[in-house]
Structures are given as C-alpha cells and as structure tokens.
C-alpha cells in the first residue's frame, strides 16, 4: 500500500479548506463512472469508453493524494491499474471486472464518506484489492484464487 502523508497543510497552506470542493468532485466523477460502467457494453466498448471511466478515477486519486487520503489513493490507483489495461486492450473485459470496477465505486464512496466524518468504521478494501490487483494481471495468484478470497470474506465479487 502507497504511504501518502496525511497532514492537511502542505507548503504552509491548510488544505482542509479545500475538502468540501474535493468531497462534491469526487462524489460526482464517482456517481458518472458509475454511470458509465452500468450502461457499458462490455462486447463492444470503445478506447473512449473505457477512457471516460479512467478519467473518473483519475481525478479522484489526484485529490485522494493531494490531501492526504491514503486509502482512497491506493483504491483509485489499482483500479486505475485495471482500467489502463482494458482501455489499452491488454485486456479483454469482462462482467466479472465490471462488476468488481462497480465494487471499487462503491467502496470509494465509503471511504470519502469516512474522511467527511459520515461513515464510523472504515471500509476493508483487502480483498477488493487483491481482486483488481489479479484481473489486472499483478498478483501471483491465479483468477480462481481471487475468486475464493471474494466469496471467503462473503463480498461476493467476481465470478
């Protein structure tokens, strides 16, 4: 995981002011990734369709890093990861990597919602984590064993 420092000043200026333009962008590029991946047809998706998500995801990790939201960073990250890799189609899509795409918005979403005090506990990405990080090809372990560390901690995911 990517140690991002966590201080809300940075170079002297105390950058907390800026979490609620933050907090609104990234709930709005999340709600239209969303969007964009419920409405994707995943047999004839184009480069620019899978670019439109990537996007999405982009501009919350730069934020996420900006000010200090570790796990937020490494989410948007690995998902970035798998989404470079379809829309440079080094991968063949799948509902299975849609739906886990689908996870990762609904985890962020819990994550942001924590940094705004909304949310108690912090939600366990782990096993989202390791899903993204295998369909895109980075893990050592095989898909099936992705797939049994997703239906094992009861998230479901892939498969």
Do not use: Y
């Not at 609104?24 to 998706?45: F, G, P, R, W, Y």
């Not at 570790?70 to 990250?77: I, P, R, S």
């Not at 979403?109 to 984590?129: E, S």
């Amino acid at each position: 995981m990517s140690r991002i420092a966590a201080s809300p000043l940075a170079a002297g200026i105390d950058l907390t002011q800026f979490h609620p333009g933050f907090f609104d962008e990234a709930a709005d590029n999340l709600q239209h990734m969303e969007q964009l991946l419920l409405h994707t047809d995943i047999e004839s998706a184009d480069d620019e369709s899978w670019n439109a998500v990537f996007r999405c995801v982009h501009s919350v990790k730069g934020g996420a890093a900006s000010f200090g939201f570790a796990d937020v960073a490494e989410l948007t990250h690995q998902t970035e990861t798998l989404l470079d890799r379809l829309r440079r189609r080094e991968l063949a899509a799948s509902a299975d990597m849609v739906e886990l795409l689908l996870q990762a918005v609904d985890t962020l979403q819990l994550q942001l919602a924590r940094h705004q005090g909304q949310a108690v506990a912090a939600p366990d990405a782990t096993a989202l984590l390791a899903g993204l990080r295998g369909l895109a090809g980075q893990g050592v372990e095989s898909r099936h064993g992705v797939e049994s560390r997703f239906r094992d901690s009861g998230r479901g995911g892939p498969g």
